[in-house]
C-alpha cells in the first residue's frame, strides 16, 4: 500500500474517525485506525464496537493495501507534520510516513485482526440539512444525563412522523424539546434513543450547506454525510414519558428581549457563587423582571430590565447556569417566561417562528 495525501486532508479525515477509537479498552486493535486504498481513494475506518465509522478521501493511490495504525499516536505525528503533501508506504518494517524533511516509521497491526465493519441497510431514514441538524442537536443536548446508571437519560429521544420531527432530552432537574418540520414528509414513524454524545460529536462534524441522512436498523442507527458512515447502538429502554411534567396551566407569564435577557442574567451570575440561585421577581404593576443574586459576605448584584408581564407577581430562584443553558438555546429576538408557583418548574419558549421549549426546577429561595 502506497499513497500521498496533502496534509489538511489527512488531518481532517483523521478528525473525524477519531471519534471511534476506544480510550477504555486493554485491547491495540480497538485504538487504532485501519487504513486502506481502494479505486484511487482511501478509507479510513475506527471501531470501539459500540461506534463504527468510516470516511473515504481522495488521494494519489500508487498501489493497493491495507494497514492498521495506533490510532492516537498515527494522528499526533500528523499533526506535527508541515503544511504539504505525505506520502504514506506500508513495507516490512511498518508504515513509513514522509513529509518533505520528516521521516517517521510506525509499527502496524494486522488489518485481518481489525473488527469487522457492520453491512447495514437503512429500513426507514430521513435527510436533513447540516445546519438545521446541528441547531437541533445542540438546543438539545445541554440537558442531556451524564449519569450513567439510567441509560435511557444519557440519551436524546429522537422522534419523526410525517412532516414533524423532535428531540428531547433530560437529566430530571431540566427538559429541552425542540420541533422541526421535514419534507417531504417520511411514511414510517422513527423513534429512538441516541447516544446523547454521539450527536453531539456529529453535529461538530456536519457541513452545514450539505445533507444527513439518518437511518435505523433493529438495533443500530445510521447517519450518513460528506463520505462518513458513522454507525452507533441505540439505547434501549424506553423513555420517560415527559410530558407529564410539563406544566398544563400559568399564574404568571413575560415576553422580553433575549438579548437583554441574556446580558442581565450573566451579570448576575457573576456573584452567584457557592451555588446560590439567581432571583427572578416578576411585577404585573411595574412591568419589569428584576433579576438578582447574592453570595454571603461576597457580594450582590441586581438587574431590572422591561417585560410585558401577566398574571400574578412572582419570585422564583433558578440555578443561573441550567437557566443560561436553554437561554442560550433561543433564537428569536423575544423570549417567553412561564411559571406557576415558586416551587414548580419555570419554561423557557421561542416566541414567532421555530418551536424550542426549555423546562428548568426551581431552587428555594429561603434555603440560601
Not at 406544566?247 to 404568571?252: A, G, L, Q
Amino acid at each position: 500500500m502506497k499513497f500521498t495525501i496533502e496534509k489538511s486532508r489527512l488531518s481532517a479525515s483523521l478528525a473525524i474517525v477519531a471519534k471511534g477509537i476506544s480510550s477504555r479498552t486493554t485491547l491495540p486493535i480497538l485504538s487504532s485506525i485501519l487504513l486502506e486504498t481502494s479505486k484511487g481513494k482511501v478509507i479510513f475506518r475506527t471501531s470501539d464496537l459500540e461506534i463504527s465509522i468510516s470516511h473515504t478521501a481522495e488521494a494519489l493511490v500508487e498501489s493497493d493495501g491495507a494497514t492498521v495504525v495506533p490510532g492516537r499516536l498515527f494522528s499526533d505525528i500528523i499533526k506535527s507534520l508541515p503544511e504539504a503533501a505525505v506520502t504514506l508506504e506500508q513495507t516490512s518494517e511498518g508504515l513509513v510516513i514522509k513529509s518533505m524533511d520528516s521521516l517517521f516509521t510506525i509499527k502496524t497491526l494486522n488489518p485481518s485482526d481489525f473488527p469487522l465493519f457492520p453491512e447495514v441497510e437503512s429500513k426507514n431514514s430521513l435527510a436533513l440539512t447540516g445546519a438545521r441538524f446541528s441547531t437541533m442537536v445542540k438546543k438539545v443536548t445541554k440537558a442531556v444525563s451524564k449519569d450513567e446508571s439510567r441509560a435511557v437519560l444519557t440519551g436524546v429521544f429522537f422522534q419523526a412522523t410525517g412532516k414533524d420531527i423532535q428531540m428531547v432530552a433530560t437529566d430530571s432537574y431540566r427538559l429541552a424539546m425542540v420541533k422541526d418540520s421535514i419534507a417531504p414528509p417520511i411514511e414510517q414513524e422513527i423513534s429512538i434513543i441516541i447516544p446523547g454524545a454521539v450527536l453531539d460529536e456529529i453535529a461538530r462534524l456536519v457541513v452545514a450547506e450539505e445533507e444527513i441522512i439518518i437511518g435505523e436498523t433493529e438495533n443500530q442507527i445510521i447517519f450518513t454525510f460528506s463520505n462518513t458512515l458513522f454507525i452507533t447502538r441505540k439505547i434501549e429502554g424506553n423513555y420517560p414519558n415527559y410530558e407529564a411534567i410539563v406544566p398544563t396551566e400559568k399564574n404568571c407569564s413575560a415576553i422580553m428581549a433575549t438579548e437583554v435577557l441574556l446580558a442581565a442574567v450573566k451579570r448576575a451570575s457573576i456573584t452567584a457563587q457557592s451555588h446560590a440561585p439567581i432571583r427572578f421577581s416578576l411585577s404585573d404593576m411595574n412591568q419589569t423582571i428584576e433579576i438578582s443574586s447574592q453570595t454571603a459576605d461576597v457580594a450582590s448584584a441586581l438587574e431590572k430590565i422591561p417585560a410585558q408581564v401577566e398574571g400574578e407577581s412572582l419570585d422564583i430562584g433558578f440555578n443561573h447556569q441550567y437557566f443560561l443553558d436553554g437561554l442560550n438555546s433561543i433564537d428569536t429576538e423575544e423570549v417567553l417566561f412561564e411559571a406557576q408557583t415558586p416551587l414548580k418548574p419555570g419554561i423557557l419558549k421561542t416566541v414567532g417562528e421555530g418551536y424550542f421549549f426549555y423546562l428548568t426546577m426551581p431552587i428555594r429561595l429561603n434555603e440560601f
